[in-house]
């Protein structure tokens, strides 16, 4: 009996250690169904398209098989359900764009700053409060969303990405912006809506190449003139505590409270001032042509009056020309012909000469042909 208790025993920590076993096998066949490829998805692997868009398939973990893409230039994982991304995605060096909005990110995973060639990148709505270090690899980067995240101040990291465009980081804490934030000088586009802020930034007021300001959805109750941007081509100021816009250069387009009326008003204004330049050109144009029409009235008045002076002049002096001409054609007449070579030039003079052979040559002919005749006629006298 103590024996068989023993093997007893002996045999439970067997069955313990065959159940700890199955638990990674379990593991293994749970992670082999997250990686299950939903119905279409190996047909768009298979397919040598640059573009590959597998957004909204409830992927908790990325398939490996798209990490061997290396042709993808633009990849789309949004609406998934990912906390990270394996090491094997920074194999994909050909990737221009890449989307990984609306996943449970608390951080931006680190092969993804290895990604040197990316222009653009999404990271809205995930779990973000800060940037790390490495972003500052990505040189090439021009578009960044990372709006609605937890972003409580403003990630001085982007400061390192010369090229940078676009930030789009509305929909976060933020309740300051840095005082030198206007180093970011290739920026064209901010979008910092639905913050908290209470007072309007002033270093806005430095970064002149603002082409696109979205400041909707803040506390702000005074906003200071704006025409100092001149780049700037859209301010939206919507659902603030304001009854107005404020002022900006005219090819500014405003929205948010008042903006319709305003907009109606400086419409008004430029018509006007378009009217009065377009009359003022025309009354220009009209005391530019005046002096001409004098002018040729006078020039045509003129020339009427010499015509009409010179008519009388030649019908006076008509006959008496008529006679003189006469007389020098008798004289012409009764003069010797000049020698020929002062009459003509050179050239005309050769050519002549030509004529000239030509009629010796008639002559010679007219000659030949009477020695014929006297020939003949001596024939017949001998017959």
């Known amino acids: 009996m103590g024996n068989s208790s023993a093997k007893e025993e002996e045999v439970e920590p067997e069955e313990e250690r065959d159940g700890d076993e199955e638990i990674p096998e379990k593991k293994k066949e749970e992670e082999e169904k997250e990686v299950e490829l939903p119905l279409g998805v190996e047909e768009m692997f298979e397919s040598g398209d640059p573009v590959l868009d597998i957004s909204y398939k409830r ?8 990490c061997s893409l290396s042709h993808l230039e633009k990849l789309y994982l949004c609406g998934n359900s990912l906390r990270n991304l394996p090491d094997s995605i ?40 800060d940037l790390p270090e490495e972003v500052k690899n990505l040189q090439n980067l021009r578009c960044l969303w990372i709006e609605s995240n937890y972003f409580q101040t403003f990630p001085k990291q982007l400061y390192d990405l010369p090229k940078l465009k676009s930030l789009q980081i509305g929909d976060n804490r933020m309740k300051t912006l840095p005082s030198d934030l206007w180093k970011m000088e290739a920026l064209r586009g901010l979008w910092i809506y639905g913050n908290r802020f209470e ?11 603002l082409e696109i300001l979205d400041m909707d959805r803040n506390k702000i109750t005074h906003f200071p003139s704006l025409r100092r ?19 900006v250069k005219e090819e500014v387009l405003v929205v948010g409270e008042g903006a319709a009326e305003f907009l109606e008003i400086r419409e008004a204004r430029i018509k006007r001032r378009r009217k009065a330049a377009e009359e003022e050109a025309e009354l220009a144009l009209q005391a530019e042509e005046e002096p001409v029409i004098q002018g040729i009235l006078k020039n045509t008045n003129a020339n009427k009056g010499g015509n009409e002076s010179g008519n009388a002049e030649e ?12 007389e020098d054609e008798q004289l012409v007449d009764c003069e010797e012909e000049p020698p020929f070579e002062t009459q003509f030039g050179e050239d005309l003079m050769e ?17 030949e042909e009477g020695a014929e005749m006297e020939e003949v006629g001596r024939h017949e006298q001998r017959a």
């Open 59 to 66: 992927f908790k973990r990325l398939p490996s098989r798209v």
């Open 90 to 129: 920074s194999q994909l060096q050909g990737l221009r764009t890449l989307a990984l909005d609306f996943n449970k990110m608390e951080d931006i995973p680190a092969p993804v700053c290895e990604l040197v060639n990316l222009t653009r990148l999404y990271l809205g709505s995930n779990r973000l409060m």
């Open 199 to 209: 007072t309007f930034p002033r270093v806005l007021l430095k970064m002149e190449n």
């Open 229 to 247: 941007l001149h780049a700037l081509q859209l301010f939206s100021y919507d659902h603030n505590p304001v009854d107005a816009p404020p002022p």
């Open 315 to 326: 019908n006076e002096d008509g006959p008496e020309r008529d006679t003189q001409e006469e």
């Open 351 to 367: 050519f002549e000469g030509e004529g000239l052979e030509y009629d010796t040559v008639q002559m010679d002919y007219e000659y």
